[in-house]
């Protein structure tokens, strides 16, 4: 999710970059802007780590885009620097749990990412929200625990927080993809900081060419 492949980058970040304080929830700030993407980022109360929020319109309807994020094993297609994504349990057709890595450059180490995803449907403008929530272990269903690495290779991310929202504007659909994740350890968050932006705004393009295969149209949204 967090692009950091410039190790010369990261380094000059240290002295171009202050670490953020305990500063209180900043305005965004547009970051990029790149083929009809919007990129902006924000400082979050208690976090070193900024906040990310990128914004897109697309020729596609809300069926091919929870398509692409129901299927697991293809997000290190189009989902910056994940890695080893797999299911761990369907609580129902709208809940799941999910382990990943973030592919972070040596030297410094993967993080991992246990996630919560639950998903919702406004039903008078028929825009869908997917919040997406960092847990711990013992937060896992039961089935889900035993599906888990064996050994702890990886450090676990000490939060993430944040959603996707698809919402149909005529023909197309206005996607919203926001995320706060605090790595821990090292990297300081100066480094990340100095990146971030790539993580949705390569993200949203991947999104935008994969939502075209032909599995991701005749997917159906999942009814209670």
């Not at 994020?69 to 994504?85: E, G, R, S, V, Y």
């Not at 382990?99 to 406004?122: A, C, K």
Request: aromatic share 8%.
């Amino acid at each position: 999710m967090i692009i950091m492949r410039n190790t010369l980058l990261m380094l000059l970040a240290i002295l171009l970059f202050p670490i953020a304080g305990l500063a209180e929830t900043g305005e965004w700030q547009l970051a990029k802007e790149q083929d009809g993407i919007r990129v902006y980022t924000r400082d979050i109360a208690g976090s070193g780590y900024r906040e990310f929020k990128g914004e897109m319109m697309v020729d596609a309807n809300i069926n091919q885009l929870l398509g692409l994020l129901d299927d697991t094993q293809a997000c290190p297609q189009w989902m910056h620097n994940c890695i080893a994504p797999l299911l761990l349990s369907e609580a129902s057709e709208r809940e799941r749990y999910t382990y990943m890595r973030n592919d972070l450059p040596w030297p410094f180490g993967d993080r991992e990412l246990l996630v919560h995803s639950l998903i919702n449907q406004e039903p008078a403008s028929g825009a869908v929200t997917i919040t997406l929530t960092g847990i711990d272990d013992d937060a896992l269903p039961l089935d889900a625990q035993s599906k888990l690495p064996a050994k702890k290779k990886y450090e676990r991310a000490a939060g993430l927080q944040g959603f996707w929202r698809f919402t149909p504007e005529g023909n197309r659909q206005h996607v919203v993809y926001q995320m706060h994740i605090d790595l821990g350890g090292s990297p300081a968050p100066a480094l990340a900081n100095a990146q971030i932006a790539d993580t949705p705004l390569y993200t949203l393009i991947n999104m935008r060419k994969l939502i075209e295969l032909e599995k991701y149209h005749q997917f159906k949204i999942p009814t209670d």
